[in-house]
C-alpha cells in the first residue's frame, strides 16, 4: 500500500480499461487477442492482526478470517506472444469473521465466534510473463500487478454485537496493495483453454468499530492466498 | 468481442452496485438534552456475566469473598450497562451525566421478566473518572457491592455517576444538593426506563416495583429523591437510605462546635464549591473560608482524577486538620456569657475549656484540628454566632421536641445551605415503609446526629412501623440479627487482622474505626436487600 498510490492505481485502471474497451490493431498471424475466464475463486487467509485496541477490551482480543470460495472472473487481454494483461475478480463473496482470542468475554463466548461478516470487490490487474511459444499444449506463466479492495455490506452479527456491547457500525477502509500470480494455461482444443493460478496479495486495512460510540480499532492485514482454477475462451 | 464481454461487465456491474448495499448501524444518539432524555440508545453493555463467572470473579479476590459471604451465592447473571443521560447541575444547567443500568439475566424466574428496580445513590467519591457502570475496574467496589447484593439477586438496578462525574462536563459536583441530585436520580431512573426495551437483556423489564437507597452521601440522596418521588404522587415500594447526612444543619452544628468527623477536608472543599455554585453567596472569594495554605484551586480541587493521598502529599488538602488548633476568642457584644460560651464550644474537644464530654471519638475529633488547617477561624466563628442565636432544635444545649429545624432560616449563608438541604426541611416524612441503616459509632457520618435526628423528627408524623431503624453495631436481636452479629465479627476479625500484623491494640482499634464507615456498608446493603424482599 505505501508502494502503490491510488492515483498509480487509477493509470493501472485506466490501462487496462483501455486495453478492454479499445480494438487493438489485427493481428497479423491471427491469433485471438481476447480471452474470458470463468471459474472457482477460493481465498486462503493468513490474517494479521493487532490486538483490538480500545475502551473495554480484554488483552489479547483478536480476529481471523474464514476462508472462502467464489465465482472467478476474469478477462485477459493478450498483448504479445509472451505478454497479457488481466483483470481478475472474485464474484463479492460473504466473507465472515471470527473473533479470536479469549474463550470468552465476560461470559460471552468470543474465540471462534462469527462476530461480523462483509463482502469485498477486489480487483485485480496482473501483467504476465508466458513462458514457451504459443503452440504450446502447456504454458506456464507469472505475473505482478496491483489488487483494489473494498469492503461494503458490514455487519456486526447478533454474537458481534453481544461481545461488543451493542449495535455495531463497522467501517473498514479500502485496501491497495501489490499482488503476484504464477499458473499454468493448458489448451484443450481450439479456443478453449484451462487455466490454474496461485495468487498472492497483500490487502491492509483498518478497522473501526463504534458501538453506542465507544470506538475499537485494529489494523488487519489479511495475506490472502488465491487460487484459481478456471476455463477460458479466446476470441 | 463487445457482445461477449457484456456478462463480465454485468457482473461486474453488479458487484459495483452493490457496495452501494447497507451497514449494520450503532445506538442512536439523542437530538433532545432535555434532562432525563437517555442520550445514546439502546445503551453500550460493558459486561455481561452470567452466575457463575460472576460468582468465580468475586471469589478470586479476598474483598470479593466476604462481599459472597454477606451477599450471598449470586442467583442471576448481571449484565451492565454503561448509561448517559441528560441532567441539570446546581445552578439549572443542562449536562451530560452517566451511571450504571444492571440488569439480572438467566434462566431462573427470579433472574428476568418482570424485575423490580433499585434506584442506588452511591456515597462520596474523590475520583473524577469514577464509573459505577464499569465493572472491570478493580476501583470500582461500590458497583460490586451492588451488582452483587441487589444485581445478582434479581434487582435492576439504576445508579447515577453524579454531575461533575465522568462524561459530565459541569466543572463542579453538586454535593449534598437535595434539589440536584434527587433530580439527577429521577433523570436517570427515566433514561433507564427508557433504556431496558432496547438493550441486549430485553428479556428482563421493569415490573413497576420501586426501591431507592444509597449509601453515605448517598443516603442523603436516596432520602432526597424519596421526598421528591412521593411529592409527585410517584408509589415507592420501599426505601433504604444508609449512613446518610440527613440532618445537615444539625450535622454542620456539630462540626463547628467541634464534632470533626473523619473526611471532614475532603467533604468541605466539595460542599461549599456546591452551594457557591448553586446560592453564590457561600463566601465572596474562597480566601474567606479557606486559609492561606489551601485556598490556591480548592474550588476545582474535588472530585480529581488525582488519587487523594497524592493530593494530600503535594500539601493541597490537610488531611484531618479542618480547623485552625488555636481556639478563636469570640466577643458577643454586651453578652459575656455567651461569649465564654462559644469560645468554650470552639476550643478543641477534650481540652480542659471544651464543654461537651467525651466519648470514644473524641480523640478523633481532636484530630480535627491543627496548623496549617483548612478552615479560617473568622468563618468558623461567623457560623458559630448564627449557630448561638438560632440554634437548631437538636442542639444538646438547647433541644427542642421533635427536633426540628432552625426557627428561622439561618443569615449565615452556609448554615443557611445547610438548612436548605437538611431533609427536615419542609416537614416531610416518608409515606412509604423507610429503614434508616447505619453504624451508631460511624465517625464519618454521625449516626445519633444524623439517623438519630430523622428517627426523632418523623416519630410523630408517620403511621407506626413505617419507619424502621438498624444500628447494625448494636447487640444482636430481631429480624437483623445476624447482620448485626455479622458486623460485630467483622470488626474484630479487623481488629485481631491489624494486631497480628504488629500493631499496638491502640492503634489497631484506630484504624479499625477509621474503616468503620465503610466497614458498614455492606452489612446496611444486605440489610435494605432483606427489607425490600418482604414489600
Redesign the interface.
Known sequence: MTTFSVRTLSAVLATAAMS?CC?APALADDVPS?S?RIGLYSVFFHVKADDLSGP?VPPGANIDAQNVNTLY?G?VRRLSSHFDVELA?G??PLQKTEGKGPA?????PYNGQVIATA?W?A?TVLFEYKFFDENSKLRPYIGAGVNYT?F?????TAQG??VS???????LTSSVGPAGTAGLAYNLRGHWNLYASYSISQVKTKLNA?????IRTTHISFGPQVFIASVG?S? | ?FK??T??SV??GA??L??????????A?SPSTAHGTLA?N?????????A??FQAELGATSTGAQLLKIAGTPAC?VDFY?VKFWTVGGAGEATESSGALMVPTGAVPTCSGPRPIVLYAHGTNTDKTLNIA?I?IASNTEGVLIAAMFAAQGYIVVAPNYAGYDISTLGYHPFLNAEQQSGEMIDILAAARTALPK??SAATSDSGKLFITGYSEGGHVAMATQRALEASGAVITGAAPMSGPYALEAFGDAIFFGSVNLGSTVFSPLLSTSYQKTYGNIYATPGDLYSATYVSGIETLLPSATPLNTLFANGLLPQTAEFDSTTPIVTVPNDPALSLQLTALLSVPGSPNYPIPSTPLTPLFAAGFGSPYLINNSYRVSYALDAASNPDGANPLAPRAGAPLAATPPTQPLRLAFYKNDLRNGGWAPNSPTLLCGGLADPTVLFPVNTGIMKTFWSPLVQAGLITVLDVNDTPAGPFAALQTGFRTSLAMQLTAYEAGGLSPAAAQQLVLEGYHGSVAPFCTAAARAFFSQL
Do not use: E
Not at chain 1, 463504534?210 to 465507544?214: C, F, H, L
Not at chain 2, 439502546?42 to 452470567?50: D, E, G, H, Q
Open positions: 478492454l480494438s481476447n474470458a473495554y472472473l478477462y475478480i464474484y463479492p470468552a468475554l465476560g461470559s460471552v463482502r470487490l480487483p473494498a461494503y455490506d458490514r455487519n456486526s454485537n453481544a456491547g451493542g449495535p455495531t457500525k463497522l467501517s463504534d458501538t453506542a460510540g465507544v475462451y476470441f | 468481442m461477449l464481454l456478462p463480465l457482473a461486474l458487484a459495483l452493490c457496495a452501494c448495499g447497507s451497514s449494520s448501524q450503532t445506538s444518539v445514546v439502546p445503551p453500550f453493555r460493558i459486561a455481561s456475566l452470567n457463575a463467572t447473571g454503561y464499569d472491570t438493550t441486549l
